[in-house]
């Protein structure tokens, strides 16, 4: 799994901190799944670690045409990318919402709000998205399984 940079956007967390997160929220057992954080083009990754396909998924339309125009780009430079449609549950669901919840869970009274199982983010996600929570401290590294 690679959580990449995405320069229009301004994560809560650094790329790093990201990827130590997603790591600890995949099941224990899938230890041959590496998290890996990374600062370049996704295609460059993918020949430094021998990778023929990219599997990203897609909410909506609009995810969808960015998502196409990324693939068309990625297979002219020899990678192919294999989209696949979010569940339709989830797919108004993005991580300036989740933010958002994490900025309102900040101020929330009850300690316990939004941090039940729903079908939005694991618990863990949603604590690290609370201001505060996390402290950036950049860089680019292997998060071992």
Request: aromatic share 4%; charged share 20%.
């Amino acid at each position: 799994m690679l959580v990449a940079v995405n320069g229009d956007k301004q994560p809560a967390s650094s790329q790093s901190e990201r990827a130590a997160q997603l790591r600890r929220e995949l099941p224990a057992d899938w230890g041959n799944v590496s998290v890996t954080a990374w600062a370049g083009l996704t295609v460059a990754f993918c020949r430094q670690h021998g990778a023929n396909v990219i599997i990203r998924g897609a909410r909506n339309q609009s995810d969808l045409r960015h998502e196409y125009q990324l693939a068309a780009m990625n297979v002219a430079l020899g990678i192919t990318t294999l989209l696949l449609p979010a569940n339709p549950r989830l797919a108004t669901v993005s991580s300036t919402v989740l933010r958002g919840l994490g900025t309102w869970l900040a101020g929330s009274r009850d300690s316990h709000a939004g941090r039940r199982k729903n079908d939005w983010a694991t618990p863990g996600i949603l604590e690290a998205l609370i201001p505060g929570r996390m402290q950036g401290h950049g860089g680019t590294e292997e998060i071992p399984g």
